[in-house]
């Protein structure tokens, strides 16, 4: 089996390449290069990653698999450039390049980041050699995942967050973060299982562990990281006085903490032999990653 650094990067590529093949036979209109820009040349693809990899897991077909991981980043790439926005974090700089609304402006930002959440939907509607009881599946997850008992809900939390003076305690971070960036985490690690129609019960278990890890070290780097290699501004959760799993349970528990949540995952992953190698990896991957 190759390094899991070789397989990463193997599977951005592809993933790169199919998204902006697709993006070409979209055709070119006043809102094309705004979302080439956000979708493209960038980013690590782990949620196209785990949909790939889970899929390889079930034998889904290769071409289904692709296109599954397409629609994930598509959906991803919308919620960074909408919490990039003013109104939301603020932020001028994403994936070492200009963010969409600094590049353009607010409003094609916004639309940019519209145009990005339906075209996710449409990917899935139109997967190939995919039966329509699995595709409304997987919509209607994705659908959960992404919208008010999901990620937006975790956004809504986290900008309340900010507002409240009441400090949040580690169980309404839990709570925040499996919003906020576990749930999409989990429909990725779960699409192979939803595809095939099998149990997604350990998968699911994983996924729920990692993206609780992914956040407690994203956390972590917000303190230790770099910002020219994390290519975003960093450390500002500590200028806005937010609660983080560093702020309470310091920076040494915190990584403690990281690495028992892999464990957790590795140990779900069991009953898949081998070919659950590569999200193995990938689990300990989030907490050795830099950026």
């Known amino acids: 089996m190759p390094s899991f650094q070789s397989l990463l990067n193997d599977t951005a590529s592809s993933v790169e390449l199919a998204l902006s093949e697709m993006l ?3 055709g070119d209109n006043l809102m094309s290069n705004p979302i080439r820009h956000a979708v493209l040349g960038g980013g690590k693809r782990l949620r196209a990653f785990l949909v790939i990899h889970s899929c390889n897991i079930f034998d ?6 692709t296109q599954a991981a397409m629609a994930i980043e598509c959906l991803h790439a919308y919620s960074l450039v909408h919490d990039d926005l003013p109104c939301m974090d603020d932020d001028a700089l994403r994936r070492g390049k200009p963010t969409v609304h600094v590049k353009w402006n607010e409003a094609i930002a916004t639309l940019t980041g519209d145009a990005l959440q339906t075209l996710a939907f449409e990917l899935i509607a139109c997967l190939p050699k995919v039966d329509a009881d699995r595709k409304i599946e997987l919509i209607k997850k994705l659908a959960k995942a992404s919208g008010m008992q999901g990620m937006v809900l975790g956004q809504a939390q986290d900008i309340q967050a900010e507002k409240s003076e009441r400090s949040l305690n580690l169980d309404d971070i839990s709570s925040l973060q499996r919003n906020k960036t576990g749930a999409l985490i989990e429909w990725s690690a779960t699409a192979g299982a939803v595809l095939s129609d099998n149990s997604d019960k350990e998968l699911l278990n994983y996924a729920r562990s990692i993206g609780l890890a992914f956040q407690i070290q994203d956390d972590i780097l917000d303190i ?6 994390a290519g975003k501004r960093l450390q500002k959760d500590v200028t806005a006085g937010k609660a983080t799993f560093v702020s309470l349970l310091g920076i040494e528990n915190a990584k403690t903490r990281a690495k028992q ?3 957790e995952a590795i140990q779900a992953l069991s009953i898949y032999g081998d070919k659950a190698e590569p999200m193995r990896q990938v689990a300990k991957f989030i907490i050795e ?3």
């Open 24 to 26: 070409e036979k979209q």
């Open 60 to 65: 889904v077909q290769k071409e289904t698999a």
């Open 224 to 229: 230790e990281g770099d910002t020219i290699l």
């Open 261 to 263: 949540l892999v464990e």
């Open 289 to 291: 990653r830099k950026l």
